[in-house]
């Protein structure tokens, strides 16, 4: 077949092949795109190993490119715990179910841990780690974050936190801050990675330690980038102080530090987040998205390229030896762009600062849940209270008029009371002693009660002028000898 057509082409000229000029005018274009989008892809992970057995912790596991990350270690027989927000719902049960069944790994598991919840991220981490020997764990790897698109108001956690330096940062500094005693323990043999997503953008951003939630600077709305590159950029100083603190850490059996850390680059992704990001959330910016999105086909990799940095750290047999804190993209190392990130002072600075600010956050939180828990209580007992029936309405209205009358009567009889010791100037405590004047043939019961009663009465002194405590006067003297 090309012979002949050649043949028809040298001896007749390329116009006597029908379709043939209109054709070869499309093949360079389409040679073209071709070139770009395999430039466009980026490298691949050429690394093989035996992942059965191992255990992995994975955060963003159910989108993007955690998901694509997820469902090739699932094929490879990972034992995989997935966090994420609620455990039970349909969606997320549906995913655990489809990937076990698509893979035959019934070692799929989901573990209920809202990043924007530091509580429940140390709900969980306190779990996993309370184990007796420590639970096995080979890999941590972390692809949740946020990156909120421009003109956007500023969100918040759940802890009041700016999200992205809550969610990219403090979330991850939380889980692997807890987790760490679980990583150190783990046999010598054993080389635990930790996997850290980050982005290009991280030059972008502005960090500023004394104001790390642009309370001071105001938020930029049209330029969230800023604060996305600043909690990147911080997340890599982390990961940086975070590989020096396990290096310097000595082991009981005094082996070498075998956990290693490190930040991976998947490039420009069409996950979820960026697609939102590109259309600005709206709904005339997921038009403009569809009408162009051949360009963002040919431009943008899908998950599963840009899983491939990932799997290459995962597997790679370099990142199981040596050093750590390395930087991959298009699954090579590569060298950090921002000088100040190798610096110790900032990794210790930030590791102070995110010490305090979780410490707050926490407290804060355990308060607001003590004050929530109060409410939730007293609302309980007031809905178990037996409601009276119409039977016994007029008994508890008496009841209740009854001891009203008894409360206004003793309140009458204690301001009576009040009023008579208040006239004999007695102290309150004692009741008042008799003040009779002794008549005739009444001495000897006075005598009696002065002898008797009186004793058992406690005695108040009271002083008169003449300073004389219970004595007649002159006068009722001579009436009685008279009498």
Known sequence: MPIPTLGEIYYNGIDSVPYLLPILKV????????????YFNGYRNRNERVMHG????????????????????????MHLVLLVRNATDVFTVDYIEDLRELHGNPFIYAEECDLSSLHSIRLFATKFIDNTPPRRLDMVICCAGVMAPPYTPRTTTKDGIEAHWGLNFLANYQLLN????????????????ILLATCSSYIAGDLDLNDPQFFRRKYPLRTPW??????????????LEFQRRLDSYVRPDKQPNNVRIYNIDPGLVRTPGARRWITMGSLWGLGVYLVTWPIWWLVLKDPQQG??????AAMSPECGMGEGGKFLRECQNQKYRADVLASSELGKQLWEIAELMIKDAEKAGAIKRAKEKGKKRAQEDTKDEPKPDEENKELIEK????????????????????????????PP???????????????????????????????VNIETKDGVQDTPSRNTRRRTKKA
């Open 178 to 193: 807890i987790l760490a005693p679980c990583m150190r323990a783990q046999p010598p043999d054993r080389d635990v990675r």
């Open 429 to 459: 405590s004692f009741p008042p002693l008799p003040m009779d004047t002794p008549s005739r043939g009444t001495r000897s019961r006075t005598e009696e009660l002065r002898t008797g009663e009186v004793e058992e009465v406690p005695r």
């Open 27 to 38: 093949v360079p274009w389409i040679l073209a795109v071709v070139i770009l989008k395999i």
């Open 54 to 77: 191992k255990v992995a912790i994975i955060t963003g596991g159910t989108s993007g490119v955690g998901a694509a990350v997820v469902n090739d270690l699932a094929a490879r027989g």
């Open 307 to 312: 899983a491939q940095s990932f799997l290459a």
């Open 399 to 426: 009841i209740r008029q009854r001891k009203e009358a008894l409360r206004k009567i003793s309140e009458e009889e204690e301001a009576k009371e009040h009023e008579e010791r208040a006239k004999a100037k007695l």
């Open 226 to 239: 800023l604060c996305y590159g600043a909690s990147k950029m911080a997340l890599m100083a982390f990961c």
